[in-house]
């Protein structure tokens, strides 16, 4: 752990009023360069302003790998916004100009709701042709995978050797993502040499989407019934299973009480309440949802009171489910004392 180099930078920045002394919005953008060799590092940033003294410092750990003569390299991503390329010559001079592409880092790694480019930028090492096929091609794949290791997007191309280094950059569309985190894994293989290499880097993905998992899609669109009008079941009945994910998308956004927001609380609530329902009233023939209670549960939720009672003390079970707010009460009976209570009548606001 050795002390490498030292750069410093002095500005004046003039504010047009006082007020925008605490903007965010009048960022200053500072670039410096720094030769080095592969090795482990740690980068620290520190800002003074001048006039009140105050400091400000980040650190950063900085790996830079060792790239064999001969074999094939991958660097780091980057991860950016839409990535695009530089229109003149007077552009090589500024920040973030990177092989004729502008290449503008994102610190954090998130995307938000309205951005639906994913910026990727890297460059490979160490591509080789031989001497019958001097042009030579190499295969390019990446991935985006999900928290459950599920490919999300996945894209192959074969490209053209521009050389021995090939700077890539790629802008592929996120829209179809939900909110959570995501691994970005790039493969690439030199066709002539058959040598291969990847790099995995990781962001995460703000969306107004809902995350319809597989353990919901395999659910008859039957579960939906309690809630669901006869015309949107019908609808879903008829869609092909390769299509439910979107046509279950389309039904949740039209349920949900705060669009403007991240969650959907009426999927998430009733995914909930689902999961509840065949924990509680199911057997191994009958999932809970089918039951009558859970149906009742489904659709109302867990009740305020549950009174329990028989008709005699040695006949059928009942329970009264109370729901204070609505005015409804269900009777259930289980009539054959198995457990499986029917529903008997509906008081105070019906069904």
Known sequence: ESFFEEKYHKQVVQANKYEETGSTLHAQILQFDFVVSANEYELTARVMDSESKQTSERKLSLALPQYDVGSLGLSNIELCPEIE???????????????????????????????NLLGIYFEIYGLTAD??????????????????????????YRLDKPGKLAAISLNPSIEELTTGSYDLLVTVMDEETKRQTTHKTSFFRWSDRINVDKQNLSYSPDALRHIASS???????????????????????????????????????????LTVANTAFGSKETPGWKTDQGGIFLRYGEPDIIYKDSYSQNTHKVEVWVYKSSGRNFVF?????????RLLRTLSGGY
Do not use: C
């Open 333 to 341: 009976v289980d009539r054959f004392g198995f457990g499986e209570f």
């Open 131 to 156: 001497e019958e096929r001097p042009e030579g091609t190499f295969l390019l794949r990446y991935d985006i995978i999900d928290q459950n290791g599920d490919i999300e997007i996945d894209k192959t």
């Open 231 to 273: 015309s949107e079941l019908e609808r879903l009945k008829k869609t092909p299973s390769h299509e439910m994910a979107a046509a279950l998308q389309t039904f949740w956004q039209s349920k949900d009480p705060t669009p403007n927001t991240l969650e959907n609380e009426a999927y998430t609530d009733f995914y909930n309440r």
């Open 85 to 115: 390329y530089a229109n003149s010559s007077h552009d090589k001079e500024l920040a973030f100009y990177k092989n004729g592409r502008w290449v503008v880092p994102r610190p954090d790694r998130e995307y938000g709701v309205q951005e």
